[in-house]
């Protein structure tokens, strides 16, 4: 059954857009750069993840703080500070991962035009302001969206400053995503419903687990089953 008049909030890397991809295309040539023929990839990966997971706690998320978790892992598995081309090549590392054009997921910019005149759409997204600005405004999406909010960190406090702004109704309110951690978790705690759609590519650092028993999270498997639903 349809459900018609809802507000519907949008996650936008990796639901609207490819975005954690970018990152592991850099992280596998960080690990060519790092890593011995022969030697322990994931050894390296580990390392790398648990000083990305300590530098969002402080410094948030973006390409910045991505080249400075580079750097720092380098130093780390080398025992030495990047010499200057090493440092140049890991400043590129981290820039590609916002020099390519926004590219959609498949039927996202379909669905939306077709939820649009039934629904509020909002967009919630989190990361540094510059770096998701200029996604959204290079999406071609924003003229989607009743208001969009980038916020730092999408937690449980972020989910209520929402739901307080836009004096949202968490009975009708939804909030969609990829992220178990940051789109699903949070906004049930906040008394949203949520609606999980998984993607392949979602990076590690924002898994978590979900009640299979909760009736207040929709599960889909593509983005276009939206138009099922509402």
Same mark, same amino acid.
């Given at each position: ?26 992280? &596998? ?32 998320? @973006?390409?910045?703080?991505? @080249? =400075? ?9 080398? =025992? ?14 981290? *820039? ?6 926004? &590219? ?28 998701? =600005? ?54 049930? @705690? ?15 650092? &924002?898994? *978590? ?6 009736? @207040? ?14």
């Amino acid at each position: 059954m349809r459900r018609d008049n809802q507000v519907l909030v949008f996650d936008a890397d990796d639901t609207l857009w490819e975005n954690n991809i970018r990152f592991e295309r850099a992280i &596998e040539a960080f690990l060519d750069l790092v890593t011995a023929p022969g030697g322990d990839r994931l050894a390296a990966r580990s390392e790398l993840d648990r000083i990305e997971a300590a530098n969002a706690r402080t410094l948030g998320y @973006g390409a910045k703080v991505f @080249g =400075q978790s580079l750097a720092e892992c380098f130093a780390l598995l080398r =025992q030495r500070e990047a010499e200057r081309a090493e440092a140049l090549l890991l400043a590129e590392l981290a *820039a590609s991962i916002t020099s390519a054009e926004v &590219e959609l997921i498949p039927d996202v910019a379909e669905t939306l035009a077709a939820l649009a005149p039934r629904h509020r759409l909002l967009l919630l997204t989190k990361g540094d302001l510059a770096e998701q =600005q200029a996604k959204v405004d290079n999406s071609g999406l924003a003229h989607h969206f009743r208001s969009v909010h980038i916020v730092p960190e999408k937690d449980l406090a972020a989910y209520h400053r929402l739901i307080g702004e836009q004096e949202l109704l968490p009975e009708s309110t939804w909030m969609i995503g990829n992220s178990a951690k940051s789109d699903i978790l949070p906004a049930r @705690g906040a008394g949203l419903n949520a609606v999980f759609i998984p993607h392949q590519h979602t990076w590690v650092l &924002e898994d *978590a687990e979900l009640d299979p028993a909760d009736s @207040g999270v929709l599960h889909l498997s593509a983005f276009a089953e939206l138009g099922e639903h509402f």
